[in-house]
């Protein structure tokens, strides 16, 4: 077993392509999408379209599928919240971006000289993935109120005015195929969550962002889910948007907790 390949991917291609062999590195590469055309490793000059798991909705229809969201069956009841990682459902968005797609411009440069060594921010990608959100002037302008903020002892100003400058999550942060890319925050989320709890008929949906640094937030729920004391159920992290590509987790039993059952 090569050491190259990330768990939890199989292989299968078309029975019509002629291409029958690949090393380990050639298929990571495909899955990295690095290689993007079955031209370079000796078939036909046609793009190479990976498909997995989560695309599926992308080819059939919920008819098609069948009963597709109640797939989970008992795992998921009307007592239960489900929780989905912030970043995976920005990417069901297609709210990423490679670093080589962005133009870094001189006022990223400048604010990054500023900025701690750790988090998003500390990267002139993640910066110019943040200015191209929230526009670069404000992003300077707020940097700067920040700071001045911060002499009279008021922290988090900067975020408050720019918040993609927090969600995004830089090269590495989230899970393979796409920690090559640099994920933003997700967009409307509540109606997202609306919509995870009607799917799964759940009694509610969240949208989290969750660190190992006993951080966390509520950034879009269902009606009637108290965002603080979600958060603080989620505060020692449980999800896994790395390789343990566990980004959804389940509260069981919520209400019954709550009535005291």
């Known amino acids: ?32 999408e690095e290689i993007t055309n079955w031209k370079e490793l000796g078939g036909e000059d ?12 992308q080819y059939y229809t919920e008819e098609e599928l069948g009963p597709a969201y109640e ?23 297609n709210r990423y971006v490679r670093p080589e797609e962005l133009n870094v411009c001189w006022q990223a440069r400048l604010m990054n000289r500023f900025v701690p060594s750790a988090g998003s921010m500390a990267s002139i990608y ?10 670069k002037w404000n992003m300077l302008f707020s940097f700067a109120l920040g700071a001045v903020a911060k002499i009279f002892g008021k922290n988090g ?18 899970m393979p195929p796409f920690d090559k890319c640099l994920v933003y925050g997700p967009a409307d989320t ?25 951080r966390a937030a509520v950034l879009g729920k269902s009606q009637g889910l108290d965002p603080k004391q979600i958060a603080k159920i989620l505060i020692d992290n449980p999800f896994g948007n790395d390789n343990q590509k566990t980004p959804i987790v389940i509260i069981k039993n919520f209400t019954d907790v709550m009535e005291g059952k």
């Not at 046609?46 to 909705?57: A, G, H, K």
């Not at 993640?126 to 526009?135: P, R």
């Open 1 to 32: 077993k090569s050491k190259v390949i990330e768990e939890g991917y199989v292989l299968a291609l078309n029975k019509s392509n002629k291409v029958s062999v690949l090393s380990p590195a050639q298929i990571k590469n495909v899955f990295d």
């Open 46 to 57: 046609l793009p190479i379209r990976v498909f997995r798991l989560e695309d599926i909705t």
């Open 71 to 93: 797939y989970a069956g008992d795992k998921i009841t009307d007592h239960d919240i489900v929780c989905s990682a912030e970043s995976v459902v920005a990417i069901t968005q």
């Open 126 to 135: 993640g910066m110019q993935a943040a200015m191209d959100e929230e526009g």
């Open 157 to 174: 100003v900067f975020y408050a005015r720019c918040r993609q400058a927090s969600l995004i999550d830089d090269v590495t942060g989230t």
């Open 190 to 214: 509540d109606n997202v969550c609306e919509k995870i709890k009607k799917a799964t008929g759940a009694y509610g949906a969240v949208i989290a962002d969750v660190n190992d640094l006993k």
